[in-house]
């Protein structure tokens, strides 16, 4: 009779857990405004990040992957459609009511991943359209808490009072008290009210990220955690107050390598840390005149709102347990954009409808020496191309742009000025010079001409406010009925 009982008990736990999946789960985790140099195996001092290097160890850094452009709207929406943001008319960063967002006709990984029945979820900063139409519930995911765009974004900025006697000089401007709604679903569901009221979001983020892992464990899942750190103004809770060399930047961090490992934590609780593909990467470099409250390019030239290799190189470390050689260096290029494909083939959900640009560097992953999907990017800043790389070139267009150099920053909070300059036609071997100091076209003519012809492909699919070509391959942001005009996003460049 016992063993009868046992028997019929045994039966009963098969029928009432999950049913086993032969489909791998993505976590992507995407930081704001975090430099080249701002994790331990990058070379961050000041500061430690033990999961993030325990990620690097196990799994492989990425050290040429790169960003479409380096502003935040514009680089989330390459990431989620696998597409140069030119191609989808997203560009800039869109500010609060912007009346355009990203399209619904665009497919994005997770309503790619959510057709092959995938549980997608979405946490942290959206930042592709506040209004309800762009929100991630239309966009392919099941679940969303976050605020819909950067945590310095609220209707009224600046008060017009100067903030004190010593920064009159500089043009500094006193933050009102925030506005941002923390949305759930497609719903305001509170609203962050005070500077230090953003201290909690790497925390409750945290929360619903390790809840939905729970939650659905037993079936494939996609988690986009999009964090609103380390954006100014800085936040961070009292777990992680004070507790860096570096200051609150530091601090910063080392909540956000925290948040990391309380992730992949949850995926060893629930077994299902080798079946999980967990990506680490940032949406532009370092916004370097906040200075103390900013991140290190780590040498590279200059950081967000440029095309040079400081704001368009970003620190990337995929983990996959089994699947990718452990203490790994992926020295090819690579590119957010790529994800998606890649993404897409391991799941083996159906590719796209229309034509993306991102190639799938699985091969890479994989640890496939040989391999090399990707030998061109193009790098784009709004509506100009300024620079395209092969291979281990570099060709720069004469282009206005944001300069931080020898310029004194800001401090604790505060930005210091930038300026606008005027980039020279030149050449860089980033092999040799990362830095972009050395131009070299005059020995290479055939590279320059090599490149010159790569450029003119972009011109034609993308256009090229530079040269005032229309490009012939671009499709319309999602736009609001009613909306008059076409909006221009946010491309400040001081």
């Known amino acids: 009779m016992i063993k009868s009982l046992v028997s019929v008990l045994a039966l009963l736990l098969v029928a009432c857990s999950p049913p086993p999946t032969d489909k791998y789960n ?35 850094r990425f050290t040429n992957f790169y960003v479409a452009q380096a502003v935040c709207s514009a680089s989330r929406a390459a990431l989620m459609t696998g597409c140069y943001s030119n191609r989808v008319s997203i560009l800039g960063a869109l500010f609060p009511g912007a009346q355009i967002g990203l399209n619904k006709d665009e ?18 900063k959206w930042h592709l359209g506040d209004h ?15 605020v819909p765009y950067s945590n310095d974004m ?27 709604p923390l949305i759930e679903g497609n719903q305001k569901v509170d609203e962050i ?14 929360q619903k990220a390790v809840e939905f892992i729970e939650d659905h464990a037993g079936q494939p899942f996609f988690l986009y955690f999009a964090h609103s750190m380390p954006h100014v103004p800085l936040g961070v809770s009292d777990k992680f107050r004070g507790k860096s060399e570096q200051g609150m930047y530091g601090d910063v ?61 970003v620190p990337c470390i995929m983990s996959w347990p089994g699947k990718i050689p452990e203490g790994s260096v992926c020295n090819r290029l690579a590119a957010t954009i790529d994800l998606l494909p890649t993404i897409v083939e391991i799941s083996g959900a159906a590719q796209p409808q229309k ?36 291979d281990s070139w570099k060709l720069v267009f004469p282009h206005p742009h944001r300069t931080y150099e020898g310029l004194v ?17 030149g050449l860089y071997d980033l092999r040799r010079d990362p830095g972009e100091r050395y131009d070299v076209k005059e020995l290479y003519p055939e590279i320059v001409s090599l490149l010159e012809s790569e450029a003119e492909e972009a011109r034609r699919q993308f256009g090229d406010g530079l040269t005032e070509v229309e490009g012939e391959e671009v499709r319309p942001a999602g736009k609001l009925e009613g909306a008059e005009g076409t909006w221009t996003p946010h491309l400040r460049r001081d």
């Open 26 to 60: 993505i976590v992507l985790i995407f930081t704001d405004d975090q430099g080249y140099g701002d994790v331990g195996s990058f070379g961050a001092t000041g500061f430690t990040t033990p999961n993030l290097d325990q990620m690097a160890s196990e799994g492989m």
């Open 409 to 425: 920053p800001g401090n604790d909070g505060w930005p210091g000025q930038t300026e606008t300059k005027t980039a020279e036609f």
């Open 154 to 180: 609220w209707p009224v900025h600046y008060d017009g009072n100067r903030a004190s006697e010593e920064n009159v000089g500089s043009g500094h401007w006193k933050l009102t008290a925030p506005q941002l």
């Open 355 to 390: 034509k993306i640009d991102g190639i799938s560097v699985l091969p890479l992953l994989m640890g496939d020496s040989e391999a090399n999907p990707r030998r061109v990017l193009y790098y784009y800043y709004g509506r100009n191309l300024e620079a395209v790389r092969k």
């Open 132 to 146: 309800q139409r762009f929100l991630p519930l239309n966009h392919g995911f099941d679940e969303y808490l976050g």
């Open 253 to 313: 961090m080392m909540e956000i390598d925290w948040s990391v490992g309380q992730i992949l934590a949850t995926l060893e609780k629930q077994k299902i840390r080798e079946r999980t593909l967990v990506i680490f990467t940032t949406d532009n470099g370092p916004w370097l005149n906040y200075g103390n409250h900013a991140g290190s390019a780590a040498g590279l030239r200059e950081g967000k709102g440029t095309s040079w290799e400081g704001g368009q190189r």
């Open 107 to 124: 497919e994005t990984i997770a309503e790619l991943l959510q057709r092959e029945g995938y549980a997608t979820c979405a946490v942290g």
């Open 193 to 206: 009210r005070s500077l230090e009221a953003q201290d909690d979001l790497t925390t409750r983020y945290t």
